[in-house]
């Protein structure tokens, strides 16, 4: 497999404008996680999926962000509109074992910048 | 509230040195901790994960400590590589997915 697959790896774009960023989990894997990262707060879990279904949305930090699984190969994240403090580098992960001692494989972000 | 402390916040060694990196916590329940690196521009990797019953766990180089009952973990790097230059995140689990996450020391390994 080709491990957790993120698209895209960068993104730059301007203040008011939607961004949507894309995550592929590892085949097999039942739970999908998405991550903020920031020199400041370090990582942050934004939501996490089980079997598609979005069972932890805390982390999303306001309403200008969403989520969705349509299915077992694909996430989305999406920030509209968004604001330069959301620039920070978003990962998504995921775990073949819920029960908390599975080992949790990491994309290898996107990073974003708003301007 | 759940918190994850790392120390150093960075550290500087020359290369072939051993190193030592501490992790303090206060999650609770506690299900299991684990330690991940992160080369720069990259996603974090696991090193190591060791349950309650662990107070030991090695990968390679790599050795992993836990100590439950005062709540401190250790990674430990031996002999030290241009490689093992990264940010190093100590991770802890209540269990189910609920992870707690240090920010990291931040390691660099000189010639």
């Known amino acids: 497999d080709a491990g957790v697959i993120q698209s895209p790896r960068h993104e730059v774009t301007e203040m008011g404008q939607e961004v949507t960023l894309r995550c592929k989990p590892i085949?097999?894997?039942?739970?999908l996680f998405w991550y903020r990262q920031t020199m400041m707060r370090g990582l942050e879990l934004l939501i996490y999926?089980?079997?598609?279904?979005?069972?932890?949305d805390s982390g999303m930090p306001e309403d200008r962000f969403s989520a969705k699984m349509p299915n077992a190969s694909f996430s989305t994240l999406k920030i509209q509109p968004s604001e330069p403090r959301d620039s920070a580098v978003y990962f998504c992960?995921?775990?073949?074992?819920?029960?908390?001692?599975?080992?949790?494989?990491f994309g290898e972000g996107s990073r974003l910048t708003v301007l | 509230k759940n918190q994850v402390e790392q120390s150093p916040q960075s550290l500087i060694i020359l290369e072939g040195k051993n190193c030592t990196l501490q992790?303090?916590?206060?999650?609770?329940?506690?299900?299991?901790l684990r330690w991940y690196k992160q080369d720069t521009g990259r996603g974090p990797v696991s090193l190591t994960i060791?349950?309650?019953?662990?107070n030991t766990k090695s990968n390679g180089r790599y050795t992993a400590t836990l100590d439950a009952d005062t709540k401190q973990s250790s990674l430990h790097i031996t002999a030290s590589q241009l490689s093992d230059s990264a940010s190093y995140i100590c991770?802890?689990?209540?269990?189910?997915?609920?992870?707690?996450f240090g920010t990291g020391t931040q390691l660099k390994v000189e010639l």
């Open positions: 992960a995921s775990i073949q074992d819920g029960g908390g001692t599975g080992e949790l494989f």
């Open positions: 085949s097999g894997h039942d739970y």
């Open positions: 999926f089980n079997n598609n279904v979005p069972i932890d």
């Open positions: 992790c303090n916590y206060t999650v609770s329940p506690f299900s299991n």
């Open positions: 060791m349950t309650f019953s662990e």
């Open positions: 991770v802890v689990s209540e269990g189910g997915n609920k992870l707690t």
